[in-house]
Nanobody, 115 residues
Framework: QVQLVESGGGLVQDGGSLRLSCAAS????????MQWYRRSPGNQREWVAE???????NYPESVRGRFTISRDNDKNTVYLQMSSLKPEDTAVYYC?????????WGQGTQVTVSS
């Protein structure tokens, strides 16, 4: 059974940093692209980072240069290092993987950036 468990969220001041973690289980982690998304109140879910199986990374312009995704295949964990955080980064952050023609999401972790 695929499981994704996020952690590391919290309250941080404008300009601060946080590192999110997503512990994965139930599938061969190293063979799958991993992604982070976020959803803020009143908005649709937004893709924020992706890391491929050979560690190529992609970001939307809204976070490029401030967020860094990485993975540790030995620990079955994907990370999201967030720097220069802004109040508009406030959201619930979710880990995502597409396995066996199904989308799987974690429960999310809240990130709040105060101004």
């Amino acid at each position: 059974q695929v499981q994704l468990v996020e952690s590391g969220g919290g309250l941080v001041q404008d300009g601060g940093s946080l590192r999110l973690s997503c512990a994965a289980s139930g599938f061969d982690f190293r063979r799958y692209i991993m992604q982070w998304y976020r959803r803020s109140p009143g908005n649709q879910r937004e893709w924020v980072a992706e890391i491929t199986t050979d560690t190529n990374t992609n970001y939307p312009e809204s976070v490029r240069g401030r967020f860094t995704i990485s993975r540790d295949n030995d620990k079955n964990t994907v990370y999201l290092q967030m720097s220069s955080l802004k109040p508009e980064d406030t959201a619930v952050y979710y880990c995502h993987v597409f396995v066996g023609l199904r989308h799987f999401w974690g429960q999310g972790t809240q990130v709040t950036v105060s101004s």
